[in-house]
């Protein structure tokens, strides 16, 4: 029986609540009177019903797409403006007991040379990524209670934390583990984390009972909670995903969907983050085994109907996509990139065969200051910011700040001085000079006056030496 209220993952992500959109979004896929009815709604910037967002999802009138995507872009423009936050990803090891049929650190693979970064590893990947001008990491790690215990993660967040190297500095750590108990959670969220991520892979209760035949991870209810027990243990930003090509995509982002209403009713925050992820190539992987592949239309509307139906989460698209494809989506949607990433445990460090313990292949290549670059030259605004986080806006104060719109006043000036900084400190001339004139620019967008002067100032500051200004 379906209840958004529920704490239990077959209540609130009902196997036959999602069968009846199915039926319904099929049914009225090309209804035109029912698509205006969402489209009107849905322009209001509130987010809409599961059910209407997959109608939208399903939506084969050419016309309509036009006015969904455009919407799209449209609320993307209003709650995040032209800002792309950007992040790396750091594997600390890959030592795992888990069978997930889809992942090359199974349990199973005994082929893949395991890895796990001493404390001393963790500080040279860490000035590594610094050197590139990160400030931003995901924190990511197989599930080993013995070879990764939490004590593992703990330390190496206070490790990454405590790295002063040039003007380089982490500001925010994601975590991206199994999911735990809500003592671990609470310790998590004294560590500092920023947000909490974990996918859910599948929501579809019998495939994912597949794809994950042993290991804890296998406990389709436990992983499904997850989120309400990290929230119990005082984390507030949490960031949800499906890995698209495991099951059918219909069914995922039905779930998706219902997982984020159930989190804003039971919870009273919404996701800080939707991951938008799909199955690569690795090691022993063949993502042509499990026949859900979607297309690039597909990934691009489904990122689309996600940005419509949760308009104030933020979304993230990783290095699995290719360059062309994490075009075709930014304006779509999404709000955070990775740049420069390692899919392997030491990659940032390590010249030689770094591929050997990689997660799954990238789809970008480029590196951070090329990433940027191209960034910039499609319009976009990079921004390396933290504030939000080390402020204590998280979970509903953060989503307020992004409902009241104050966004402009606040991001925008804290993302043009966070990109001042990256200029200043690591990036190539030909990107520099073409920064310079976008925060000159950015600059006069910003429509509070006194935060405009202010902003300025600071900037003029950051030439001068000074760093780690924010609104
Ligand atoms: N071990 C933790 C867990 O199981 O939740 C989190 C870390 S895991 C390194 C991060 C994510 O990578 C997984 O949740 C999964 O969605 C994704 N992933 C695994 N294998 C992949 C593949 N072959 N292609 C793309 N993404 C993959």
């Known amino acids: ?9 077959e209540e609130f992500i009902s196997d036959e609540e999602i069968r009846r959109c199915l039926a319904y979004a099929e049914e009225n896929k090309n209804n035109r009177e029912v698509i205006d009815r969402i489209l009107e709604e849905a322009r209001k910037m509130k987010g809409i019903s599961h059910q209407d967002a997959l109608v939208l999802l399903d939506c084969e009138l050419e016309d309509k797409n036009e006015e969904i995507y455009q919407l799209a872009r449209d609320i993307k423009q209003e709650f995040y403006g032209n ?3 950007m992040f790396a990803p750091l594997y600390l090891s890959n030592y795992c007991i888990n069978g997930c049929e889809y992942c090359p650190y199974h349990a199973r693979n005994r082929q893949i040379p395991r890895k796990k970064l001493t404390q001393e590893e963790i500080r040279q990947e860490v000035i590594a990524l610094q050197d590139m001008g990160h400030k931003r990491l995901a924190l990511e790690a197989g599930e080993d209670p013995i070879n990764n215990p939490l004590e593992y993660i703990l330390e190496s967040i206070k490790t990454i934390y405590s790295i002063q190297h040039k003007n380089g500095a982490i500001r925010r750590v994601n975590v991206n583990i199994a999911a735990t108990t809500v003592e671990n959670y609470r310790k998590l969220k004294e560590a500092g984390i920023g947000t909490y991520i974990l996918f859910q892979e599948t929501y579809n209760k019998e495939s994912y009972e597949q794809l994950h035949p042993s290991g804890p991870k296998s406990d389709y209810a436990y992983h499904t909670e997850a989120m309400d027990r990290a929230m ?19 069914y995922d982002f039905t779930g998706i969907i219902m997982h984020a209403e159930h989190l804003e009713a039971y919870k009273g925050v919404g ?8 199955l690569r190539r690795a090691d022993d992987i063949d993502p042509d085994v499990f026949d859900n592949g979607i297309s690039d239309d597909m990934f691009a509307k489904i990122v689309a109907c996600i940005r419509i139906a949760v308009p104030y989460t933020g979304m993230i698209v990783s290095t699995r996509e290719s360059p062309k494809s994490r075009e075709r989506v930014l304006n779509l949607g999404i709000s955070q990139i990775s740049g420069g990433s390692r899919t392997s445990v030491g990659g940032y460090t390590t010249e030689e065969r770094p591929e050997d313990t990689t997660q799954f292949e990238v789809d970008d290549r480029r590196t951070l200051d090329e990433v940027v670059n191209w960034l910039m030259k499609l319009g976009y605004v990079p921004s390396f ?20 719109k104050q966004i402009v006043n606040c991001c925008h000036p804290n993302a043009l001085m966070t990109l001042k900084e990256y ?22 967008t910003i429509p509070n006056p006194v935060v405009r002067k202010k902003a300025g ?6 030439h001068e030496g000074k760093r780690d200004f924010r609104f």
């Open 457 to 462: 100032e600071y900037i003029d500051n950051i």
């Open 83 to 85: 800002r792309i936050v």
């Open 271 to 278: 996701p800080h983050t939707i991951s938008v992820p799909r």
């Open 385 to 404: 910011c933290t504030a939000c986080y080390r402020e204590g806006r998280t979970g509903d104060r953060f989503m307020s700040l992004l409902k009241s």
């Open 1 to 9: 029986m379906y209840n958004i209220m529920s704490p239990k993952a």
């Open 232 to 250: 119990d243990g005082g984390i507030d930003d949490v960031g949800l995903g499906v890995l698209f090509g495991l099951n059918n995509y219909r």
């Open 423 to 444: 200029l200043e400190d690591y990036a190539s001339p030909e990107t520099r000079e073409i920064g310079e004139a976008l925060i000159q620019k950015e600059l006069q």
